[in-house]
């Protein structure tokens, strides 16, 4: 049988500039980054050439924010012939993006706004991932969001409609495992169900990453250390899904490098013991 | 409701115009308005985060408060419309020199336009510099329609005020800046990893506009004719010249005449 997804990579960060000189002077040992994909379309630059220095010594895959694939503005052509140019250079493993929309009317709000789950919404954005596919020659992973709000004129959960979309499609899941307790938490359902409610065969990466609780909800902030039960849950995922590649985002309060590496060790030994429950 | 039209209302929310939102969002948990309010104010925030990422000079001028005001204003009169964040701040100058309350104070349009200058090269197109060697083994009959091809960083910036030395200068140190008895021409450019900039004179200002406008080394002789001797104005010419292969302004040097082979 042939598997949808690539081999899994291990275990990897988000490259950060924050982190360029460490990284260079230490090359520490992890498997692979991942890139965010708008911060090197530019001409040049001193980002850029860390970027390609980096390159050349550790797997990467590409990340974008800004595909808005959700959208009903036209797909930015603009944006995918930038991503394009920039997965020639990097050679990316893989490219992803998430299962959102972020703008309208040509204004852009540069956030990760949230879709309706409808079966309306899973025809669109089926359709525009092809498109992407088509136009960069290989499948794109979609990765599910945080939200703060749901709509009422949902007609089916998160999970049945993150599944819909990437059957119709045929496209792969980046399943961020924080972002599933954070709306788990925020619109009171149960995270278990999620893992039981997409489709294994086309999850191909996990998202780690921590966030802030302001008690009536939860903002997915990327500023803080991974708590407790989202490495419960990531337990769990492992369970279900196996060896998945996984890294850990930090987007904002950023700490030394060696931090980082820390806090992906537990990550690897918290996979490990979930493996180890898979096979017995 | 179509999917376009949640977006449309979702959207006049998050810009604070009229919408219907409340109604759309689901009931349960936390109450409608603090969980839409989440993305309203995330934008603001951000794009503000944004600005004092790009502008931190004038920040540290306008003091945190004035700033903040700034970012307000002028995210009502632009909401983004470019994909990436790293654009959004490219019409602040602009705004500064023509709305109502700011453009009052012209430097502060000044300081927006060379600290943007500064962020545009810093990302341009890598091009290694050409060198005063290059200029060294040029045959003689090369010179006259020598013509200059700079680096895709290279900025030039007119003020009025003298704002340069606050684009490097302590934030602790920022002051109003004084206005200049004339006005200068601020080249900038990237040789290598570092950004540089500086005042022009005032006749190194006009050969290295006209030249970057495709001028060849005669012509830029004659515009220095009104002032100098046609020796002084030669040897000045290519004075400036190798000064601008020496800071790494240049990326070729383009000519007619075959390439002498001694
Ligand atoms: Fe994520």
Known sequence: MTSLTAAPLGF?????????????????????????????MVGGGPPLANLLCIRADYPMVMHGVSLSIGASDPLDENYLNELKKLSDIIEPKWISDHLCWTGY????????????A???????????????????????????VSSY????????????????????????????????????????????????????????QFHLAGHRNYQSHIIDTHDQ?????????????????????????????IPPLQELLDELDRVRGVAASAVRNRAA | MRLADLQRQFTAYVLRRPNR?????????????????????????????????DYPQLRSLLGEAEFERLALAYLAQHPSDCFNARWFGRHLAGFLASAQGWCERPELAELAALIWAVGEAFDAADVVPATPADAGSLPQAAWLNLRLEFLPSLRLV????????????????????????????????????????????????????????????????????????????????????????????????EHAAPLSTG
Do not use: K
Not at chain 1, 105 to 116: C, E, I, K
Not at chain 1, 123 to 140: C, I, K, M, N, P
Not at chain 1, 227 to 247: H, K, N, Q
Not at chain 2, 45 to 50: D, I, Q, S, T, W
């Open chain 1, 105 to 116: 009317g040509g204004v852009n709000l540069h956030d990760l706004m949230p879709l309706p």
């Open chain 1, 225 to 253: 250390l991974i708590i407790d039960p989202v490495f419960e849950l990531y337990g769990e995922a492992v369970r279900r899904f196996g060896p998945i590649s996984t890294m850990i985002e930090r987007d904002d309060n």
């Open chain 1, 149 to 204: 709000v749901a709509y009422a004129q949902a007609e089916m959960p998160e999970w049945q409609f993150l599944g819909a979309v990437a059957e119709q499609a045929d496209c792969l899941i980046l399943l961020d495992i924080n972002n599933i307790y954070v709306s788990a938490f925020n619109h009171d359902f149960n995270a278990l169900d999620y893992l039981d409610g997409v489709p294994a065969a086309r999850i191909q």
């Open chain 2, 21 to 53: 939102m409340l109604d759309l969002v689901a009931e349960g948990g936390a109450p409608a308005d603090l969980r839409l309010g989440v993305y309203a104010h995330a934008y603001g925030a951000r794009l503000a985060e944004v600005l004092a990422n």
């Open chain 2, 158 to 253: 007119a003020t009025r005020w003298d704002v340069a030395p606050l684009v490097r200068a302590a934030a602790e140190a920022m002051a109003r800046p004084r206005r200049l008895p004339e006005p200068v021409l601020v080249a900038v450019w990237r040789p290598h990893w570092e950004v540089e900039f500086r005042v022009l004179d005032p006749d190194e200002a006009v050969l290295l506009r006209a030249a970057g406008e495709g001028a060849e080394f005669g012509d830029l002789c004659q515009l220095l004719l009104s002032s100098a001797g046609e020796t002084a104005a030669i040897a000045r010419a290519v004075g400036l010249i190798r000064l601008w292969l020496e800071q790494g302004l240049i990326a070729r040097l």
């Open chain 1, 118 to 144: 409808t079966e309306e919404a899973v025809r669109h954005v089926a359709e525009r991932v092809r498109r992407v596919q088509d136009r960069l020659g290989r499948r794109l992973l979609l990765e599910n």
């Open chain 1, 12 to 40: 990897g960060l988000g490259l950060r500039s924050d982190h360029y000189a460490a990284i260079l002077e230490r090359r520490p040992r992890l498997d692979w980054f991942e890139i965010l994909s708008e911060n090197y």
